[in-house]
């Protein structure tokens, strides 16, 4: 089956940690996605990523960062930089630019 | 209706009956448009899109109506089903913005058995 896996679902940290999120898709999209969901709030664009090896900021990037060396994997680091980092993470690809973006199941990232 | 804030709209329906779901957009230059729904502690499904140079595209059981004038948004669910429950929200993308959707903040559907 094709589709996007993020793994863990669940993730607890301790402040101060740097923790990373995986991201892979089998679709053969060139495109990935990071955003974040709070509660009662609509999905933020953390990073998006075209193509290998390249990565841009989207409106809430700071905190964050990505890398992008294979096409399938686009994995998110969250530092201790991130003041509000407790948030449900959606990873999502798509073929390109003007087509719909698919997402994974989130990883719901808790930081006491 | 959507809107920005910690509390989300909400719509309760009868199994069986029809639903509406609408979205007021912000960007009239947007030109691409896509509903999902999000069940709880799920990541988002693709439903039904459309483009600004269509008013209205229909799938199965879902129609989509795009009101450029008024830069209005609806999701109509046909029969709706104790599955249809949900969070449903829009998503606008303009020209020129690169990778960027923007994403509403949704309305919650709960359907009466």
């Known amino acids: 089956d094709g589709g996007i896996t993020q793994s863990p679902k669940y993730l607890f940290r301790k402040e101060g940690q740097n923790v990373t999120l995986s991201c892979e898709q089998n679709l053969n999209h060139d495109a990935m996605y990071w955003y974040r969901q709070d509660p009662g709030q609509g999905l933020r664009l953390i990073y998006y990523?075209?193509?290998?090896?390249?990565?841009q900021k989207g409106d809430i990037a700071e905190g964050y960062s990505v890398s992008r060396e294979k096409k399938e994997s686009f994995p998110l680091t969250v530092t201790s930089a991130q003041k509000n980092p407790t948030a449900f993470y959606l990873c999502a690809s798509s073929i390109g630019r003007v087509y719909e973006q698919y997402f994974g199941p989130g990883t719901r990232l808790t930081v006491t | 209706g959507e809107s920005v804030g910690l509390h989300l709209p909400t719509l309760s329906v009868q199994e069986g009956d029809n639903s509406i779901i609408n979205c007021a957009y912000s960007n009239s230059a947007s030109d691409y448009f896509i509903w999902y729904k999000q069940e709880s502690g799920k990541g988002p499904q693709f439903i039904i899109d459309?483009?600004?140079?269509?008013d209205k595209r229909q799938g199965q059981r879902v129609t989509v109506l795009l009101n450029k004038t008024v830069k209005h948004l609806s999701l109509q669910i046909a029969a709706t089903q104790p599955g249809d429950s949900a969070v449903y929200f829009c998503a606008e993308k303009a020209p020129g913005t690169g990778n960027q959707f923007y994403f509403g903040t949704g309305t919650s559907l709960t359907v009466i058995p």
């Open positions: 990523s075209q193509i290998v090896n390249d990565f």
């Open positions: 459309i483009r600004s140079n269509m």
